[in-house]
């Protein structure tokens, strides 16, 4: 039987969810997809109108196939944690079901189990705010989205988890190193991330099997990165200094993930994996 993966944070063809769904539908995977609520529509028609037709392609010229598109909002774990004005927001009010207990119930009801969970998603409202001018709203909300968000869906996903399963997600540098411009706590929205990865991959390993790995990647000019607003000149420091001289495509970010979630890693278990032309190796610009 071919393995089956739930990828969280795909919402166009520019990110590394996109690009990591492609690399597990190459090796066979079926792909079900969670999207963030507002971003639903506009993904879901351009699915439909085939606007994604050309980036569909995989390696043996046929289409990637996203078997089921799923709302999602991983801010919010059940429908009581639902404030009254995100309910009855308009963007919101059209889709039913996108708690993380509930897309992990619909995924059960649907598919019966997952084999492998992507966690490619982030989100932090004061970003472009350096960490000494953010609010604890702003500090709290990064961390809500970007890290506690990946807690609650191995939570909710690893009961429906086959024993072998593996689970990943996308880090950034900023969390060990000092990256000005990554603010908002997003920094240490991700040195949370990398810490838990290593928790969970205790506690998720010890009790049902699984692996839980993160990606360190490169820059990427993702829709999320754009938003940022320093993203080119993080590709060009890279292009310069890194050990690799190439720009990093989100297709290598893909691999990397298909061979952590791929029995070639099975005893991969907790680990930070750079996927950045090794630039997280230099000491010095050069
Ligand atoms: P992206 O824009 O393709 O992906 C981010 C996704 O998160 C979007 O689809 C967005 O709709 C979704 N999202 C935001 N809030 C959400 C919520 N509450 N519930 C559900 N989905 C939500 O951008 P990208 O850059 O591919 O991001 C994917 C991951 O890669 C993120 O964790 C990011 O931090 C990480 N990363 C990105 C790098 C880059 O240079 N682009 C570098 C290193 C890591």
Same mark, same amino acid.
Not at 3 to 24: E, P, Q, T, V
Not at 32 to 37: C, E, I, S, Y
């Given at each position: 039987?071919?393995?089956?993966?739930?990828?969280?944070?795909?919402?166009?063809?520019?990110?590394?969810?996109?690009?990591?769904?492609?690399?597990?539908?190459?090796?066979?995977?079926?792909?079900?997809?969670?999207?963030?609520?507002?971003?639903?529509?506009?993904?879901?028609?351009?699915?439909? *109108?085939?606007?994604?037709?050309?980036? *569909?392609?995989?390696?043996?010229?046929?289409?990637?196939?996203i078997t089921k598109v799923y709302p999602l909002d991983a801010v919010y774990d059940t429908p009581e944690d639902v404030p009254e004005d995100v309910k009855t927001n308009k963007r919101y009010a059209g889709s039913s079901k996108w708690t993380v207990k509930e897309v992990a119930e619909s995924v059960k009801e649907d598919f019966g189990s997952i084999d492998i969970l992507v966690h490619s998603l982030a989100n932090?409202?004061?970003?472009?705010?350096?960490?000494?001018?953010?609010? *604890?709203?702003?500090?709290?909300?990064?961390?809500?989205?970007?890290?506690?968000?990946?807690?609650?869906?191995?939570?909710?996903?690893?009961?429906?988890?086959?024993?072998?399963?593996?689970?990943?997600?996308?880090?950034?540098?900023?969390?060990? *190193?000092?990256?000005?411009?990554?603010?908002?706590?997003?920094?240490?929205?991700?040195?949370?991330?990398?810490?838990?990865t290593q928790v969970l991959a205790f506690e998720a390993g010890r009790k049902h099997g699984i692996r839980v790995n993160t990606i360190s990647a490169g820059p990427l000019r993702s829709r999320a990165a754009k938003a940022i607003?320093?993203?080119?000149?993080?590709?060009?420091?890279?292009?310069?200094?890194?050990?690799?001289?190439?720009?990093?495509?989100?297709?290598?970010?893909?691999?990397?993930?298909?061979f952590l979630a791929s029995p070639l890693a099975s005893a991969i278990t907790g680990t930070v994996l750079y996927v950045d032309n090794g630039l997280n190796a230099m000491g010095v610009g050069v």
């Open positions: 039987r071919g393995k089956r993966a739930f990828i969280a944070g795909i919402a166009d063809d520019n990110g590394y969810g996109w690009a990591i769904a492609k690399s597990l539908a190459a090796a066979g995977a079926e792909i079900l997809v969670g999207t963030w609520v507002p971003a639903l529509n506009i993904f879901e028609t351009s699915l439909r *109108r085939g606007k994604f037709d050309e980036s *569909r392609v995989l390696p043996d010229g046929s289409l990637m196939e932090g409202p004061e970003v472009s705010k350096p960490l000494l001018e953010t609010s *604890r709203y702003g500090y709290l909300a990064a961390i809500s989205a970007s890290s506690y968000s990946y807690v609650s869906l191995l939570q909710h996903f690893v009961p429906i988890m086959n024993p072998g399963g593996a689970s990943i997600s996308l880090t950034y540098i900023a969390s060990e *190193r000092i990256i000005p411009g990554y603010g908002g706590g997003m920094s240490s929205a991700k040195a949370a991330l990398e810490s838990d607003g320093f993203i080119d000149m993080m590709i060009d420091y890279s292009l310069e200094n890194a050990p690799l001289q190439k720009e990093l495509s989100a297709e290598e970010v893909g691999n990397a993930a298909a």
